[in-house]
Every structure is written in structure tokens, then in C-alpha cells.
């Protein structure tokens, strides 16, 4: 049976919390993303200094990187839809004060760095939160969906963000980008608090925070569906990311310069949202084991033509064609958690989750820079993609089980 959005009964849109829950991510991740743009570009005007681009990502990401645990371990142990609205609201509170120090601060990079503490803080909290808060919004049947309309939502702002930031900063410096951070910041709170939660599941758990971590960790380890999926996002962008070395590609390889080289970010992102809308509207339940392995194994390939490509326009395809497969297999890695893992885990298992993310898209650049600067782009490129394929193939024998997942309802926390 169809599960197009043309069939009421099966469309998770016509669900009124989660239509609620979707318009409040879209302003949060909007928001952060314009706040991302604006924060680098005042850093880099007050320094003139690259290094003191890397201290905003680490500001950030330390934080991040030290409360995960505990804080997948809170989320595991109180109610979620109050964590992820004091998240939010820290985050609005956080571009409140960037919006002051643009006015009225005398702080410098200083003050924009404690901010990025705070925003980081935050962003560990409601990162987890927010995954493990969905499956209570939504039936279980209509997870699949919603985890797909969320997924595309997500790139769409990743796209959105940066131009309406530029814009704004164009318009009104950081007085007014920062403003409207805030603002959409707090409605997406406000709006957060008007979702129902249809499932209430029962937290809370004994032993110390060590040992339900523990616990957290054993659990992972004995899913060989979750291990496996989580792992495999994790050595597949870590190895075969080629994001970093755009520029490079764009200036010494293609030659088309800074015009080119938004044409190639943009070519990926455009493969992602076209991809995310159709699942979103047609989301797919069969075969969905060897699927993500085929996504990933032609996310390699695609990176693979792009790293011996010597021409402009077949470079834009396969970029369109790996964000394309990215997608299908992240739509996939994230519904496979999600049906694997017990109410009761969602907290850790996601903060674990997140954290791999995370790991993988820093360690991934670092990975691909150093490499370049060592072997050069041409071989850093190829030799990441080459890897991915490898990750494939020995994932896909190491976890044979995840091959043999025919539907999403197989993948139980039992």
C-alpha cells in the first residue's frame, strides 16, 4: 500500500504534533545554521586569523564532546520534551548574547568564544534529546516517515541557513542576524511546548551514572544491528568525505574558481534534498539492510569518480549522486536505530550516536587536509573513496545480519 501523502490515513504530515515538532526543528536548525555563518565571518573580520576559525568549532565541540554522556544518561532518566526545551531555550539565550556583544560588548573574540561554550553545552543536550523525544510524537508505524521528513528538513535548512545568514549580516550586521537567532530560537521553544507527547514510556533507572552508562555501552555492543550501523556511518564519512578538499579540487584540479566551488558544495546538498523529499513522501520498507550497504558502496563509487574526474560537470554529478546515496543510507542508519533501540536506551544509544556523528565529520576533514597536504588532493580523494569501499565490504561480512533486515519492524530492541 502506498504511503504517499495523498492517502490521509498514512501520512505522518496530517499528525498535528509532529506538524508542531517539524515547523519548531526547522526554525532551530535555521538558526543555528545562520548563527554558524554570521559567528565565523565577525571571528575571522575581528582576527584576520584562520586559527581563529578552529577555535569556534572547538569551543563548540569540546563541550559537546565532554556532556554527551551524561548528558544521554539524563535523557534517559527524566522526561525529554522539558530537557529539549531548556536546550533550546539556553541556545535562544546564547544568541541573545552574541546579539549584545555585537551591540554593545567590548569582549571581542573572547566573549564570542564563552558564548560558543554555552551554545555547545546546550547543543549536547538537545541533539540526543530531540531523537530520542521523536518516537514519542509519532506512532511507531510512521517513525520510518517522520525520520525521513526530519532528515530532509535538516539538509534544507543546512542549505537555507547560510544564504538567509549572509543576507542578514549584508543587511544588518550582527546586531540584527544575531536578533533574529534569538527570536526564531524562543518561538521554536514556545512551540516545542504546544507538542504533544502521545507515548509517555517510563525512565529512570539504578545504579550510578557510570554504571547506566556502562549498561548504555554494553547494549550497543550486543546489537550487532546498531554497533554495526553506527560504525559503518562512522569509518564511511571518516575515510571518505571529500568536503574539505573542495577548494582545492575547485582551484588546482577544476579550475573554476570560487563560483565553482559553490556550485560543487551546492551539488551534493542538491542530491541530499531531492532524495530527502522523495523519501519523505514515499519512504520505502523493504530490502532495507542491503540497501544501506548499496547506498554507502555508490557513496563511495560516486566519490570515486569525483576524486579522477578532470571535468567540471561530471565532478557536479557524482557530488549530486553521492549526497543522493548519503541520504538513502542515512534515512536508513537512523530508522534502524531508532526501531532497535528500547525507550529506555534512546537516551544513550543517541548520545553515543551523536557522537560518532560528530567525530566523524571533524576527524573526517582533519583526515582529508592532512592527507592532502602530505599526498595531495588527487591521492587523498582517491584514497578515501578506495577506503569506503573497503569499510563495505567488511561490514557487510562482519554484520551479515544487518544484510538480512528485510523491513524495519525486524530490527527490534528484542
Not at 575547485?250 to 556550485?263: S, Y
Request: glycine letters at 10%; charged letters at 10%.
Amino acid at each position: 500500500m502506498s504511503t504517499a501523502p495523498t492517502e490521509p490515513a498514512h501520512s505522518v504530515y496530517r499528525h498535528a504534533g509532529f506538524t508542531t515538532f517539524l515547523v519548531a526543528r526547522l526554525l532551530a536548525v535555521l538558526s543555528t545554521q545562520v548563527q554558524a555563518v554570521v559567528v565565523a565571518w565577525q571571528v575571522y573580520d575581528l582576527t584576520r586569523e584562520p586559527i581563529a576559525l578552529a577555535y569556534v568549532g572547538l569551543a563548540q565541540f569540546l563541550p559537546m564532546l565532554a556532556l554527551l554522556l551524561p548528558a544521554g544518561d539524563l535523557i534517559d532518566r527524566y522526561s525529554r520534551k522539558p530537557i529539549l526545551t531548556l536546550a533550546w531555550g539556553t541556545s535562544a539565550l546564547s544568541a541573545g548574547l552574541l546579539w549584545w556583544l555585537a551591540g554593545h560588548g567590548s569582549a571581542g573574540v573572547t566573549g564570542i568564544y564563552a558564548v560558543l561554550v554555552l551554545f555547545g553545552c546546550a547543543r549536547a543536550f538537545s541533539a540526543p534529546a530531540l531523537q530520542s523525544l521523536l518516537p514519542q510524537i509519532v506512532p511507531r508505524e510512521q517513525l520510518a516517515q517522520a525520520l525521513a521528513a526530519n532528515s530532509m528538513l535538516l539538509r534544507v535548512a543546512s542549505i537555507g541557513g547560510p544564504v538567509l545568514g549572509g543576507l542578514l549580516y549584508a543587511a544588518g550586521g550582527g546586531t540584527l542576524t544575531y536578533a533574529v537567532c534569538a527570536a526564531s530560537l524562543t518561538a521554536a521553544t514556545l512551540l516545542l511546548t504546544r507538542v504533544a507527547v502521545e507515548r509517555v514510556v517510563v525512565l529512570g533507572s539504578s545504579g550510578t551514572m557510570w554504571q547506566r552508562f556502562g549498561a548504555g555501552i554494553h547494549f550497543i555492543r550486543s546489537r550487532p544491528i546498531i554497533l554495526g550501523t553506527i560504525s559503518l556511518d562512522l569509518f564511511a564519512v571518516l575515510l571518505g568525505g571529500v568536503v574539505a578538499l573542495l577548494p582545492v579540487y575547485a582551484q588546482e584540479v577544476l579550475h573554476v574558481g570560487p563560483t565553482g566551488l559553490g556550485a560543487l558544495r551546492s551539488a551534493m546538498a542538491a542530491g541530499e534534498v531531492v532524495t530527502g523529499f522523495y523519501l519523505a513522501a514515499r519512504p520505502f520498507d523493504r530490502h532495507v539492510g542491503r540497501r544501506m550497504f548499496w547506498a554507502v558502496a555508490v557513496f563511495g563509487l560516486a566519490n570515486l569518480v569525483f576524486s579522477l574526474s578532470p571535468w567540471f560537470w561530471l565532478s557536479l554529478a557524482a557530488l549530486a549522486v553521492a549526497g543522493a546515496a548519503d541520504m538513502v543510507s542515512m534515512y536508513i542508519r537512523g530508522a534502524l536505530v531508532q526501531f532497535s533501540t528500547p525507550d529506555d536506551m534512546r537516551g544513550r544509544v543517541n548520545a553515543v550516536n551523536m557522537l560518532f556523528i560528530g567525530s566523524s565529520n571533524e576527524l573526517g576533514e582533519f583526515r582529508a587536509g592532512s592527507a592532502a597536504h602530505a599526498l595531495g588532493a588527487v591521492p587523498a580523494a582517491l584514497m578515501g573513496a578506495l577506503c569506503t569501499l573497503g569499510v563495505v565490504g567488511l561490514w557487510s561480512w562482519q554484520f551479515a545480519s544487518i544484510r538480512k533486515v528485510d523491513r524495519f519492524e525486524e530490527a527490534s530492541p528484542r
